[in-house]
């Protein structure tokens, strides 16, 4: 048994905004192990791709993270309206 057998399922969370600005906000990602692994997968080719070593939102003013935004945003919207994953936010 590998160490994470165990759980069914993972969390990823991250914050913008914390200590400045008037919209503080943080957000939680909840996806099975399963779709996790697949997802990481996906996400590295598209990142890979478009030659972007790590995806920011604020450095989407190029066609470059314009594209592999979208591809992004193609991959996991649908797993959201599939229940694949589940994103909560707090303003």
């Given at each position: 048994?590998?160490?994470?057998?165990?759980?069914?399922?993972?969390?990823?969370?991250?914050?913008?905004?914390?200590?400045?600005?008037?919209?503080?906000?943080?957000?939680?990602?909840?996806?099975?192990?399963e779709t996790a692994?697949?997802?990481?997968?996906?996400?590295?080719?598209?990142?890979?791709?478009?030659?972007?070593?790590?995806?920011?939102?604020?450095?989407?003013?190029?066609?470059?993270?314009?594209?592999?935004?979208?591809?992004?945003?193609?991959?996991?919207?649908?797993?959201?309206?599939?229940?694949?994953?589940?994103?909560?936010?707090?303003?």
């Amino acid at each position: 048994m590998t160490d994470h057998e165990e759980f069914t399922h993972i969390a990823y969370s991250d914050e913008a905004y914390y200590s400045k600005g008037e919209y503080r906000s943080i957000s939680l990602l909840t996806l099975s192990v399963e779709t996790a692994e697949q997802l990481r997968i996906e996400l590295a080719d598209i990142l890979k791709k478009f030659d972007v070593s790590e995806f920011k939102w604020n450095k989407m003013r190029g066609a470059k993270y314009y594209q592999c935004a979208k591809k992004i945003l193609d991959l996991v919207i649908p797993l959201a309206l599939n229940t694949k994953i589940r994103v909560d936010t707090i303003i």
